[in-house]
């Protein structure tokens, strides 16, 4: 099975909200660090947010800080990431990735990405 699925993308208007959803199988997201990252039209893949076996130590980039939120239900093995105040800026198609430390939010040379699910967000 797939490790990881990233689904919750779609179309949204500037302004709008999403909510991403990270299953993971075969372990448990409890276990890891958890790690978003996005990748837009043209533009090198970034990270965007980590939440560390700590429910209590997440990481953002500068660019979503105070407008994208990342949380953890380990009953249901799942990492979301919910994304309001949406601007054109964050269209992207969004992936997650297991690691060990939030501090590997800026390694984004990675072997073995998901298909991501695609944000658009446009008038």
């Known amino acids: 099975q797939v490790p990881l699925v990233e689904s919750g993308g779609g179309l949204v208007q500037p302004g709008g909200s999403l909510r991403l959803s990270c299953a993971a199988s075969?372990?448990?997201?409890?276990?890891?660090?958890i790690i978003w990252f996005r990748q837009a039209p043209g533009k090198e893949r970034e990270g965007v947010s980590c939440?560390?076996?700590?429910?209590?130590?997440?990481r953002y980039a500068d660019s979503v800080k105070g407008r994208f939120t990342i949380s953890r239900d380990n009953g249901k093995n799942t990492v979301y990431l919910q994304m309001n105040s949406l601007k054109p800026e964050d269209t992207a198609v969004y992936y997650c990735?297991?690691?060990?430390?939030?501090?590997?939010?800026?390694?984004?040379?990675?072997?073995?990405w998901g298909q991501g699910t695609q944000v658009i967000v446009s008038s």
């Open positions: 990735a297991a690691d060990y430390y939030c501090s590997a939010m800026a390694v984004t040379n990675r072997a073995g």
């Open positions: 075969g372990f448990s997201v409890d276990s890891r660090a």
């Open positions: 939440i560390e076996i700590s429910d209590t130590n997440t």
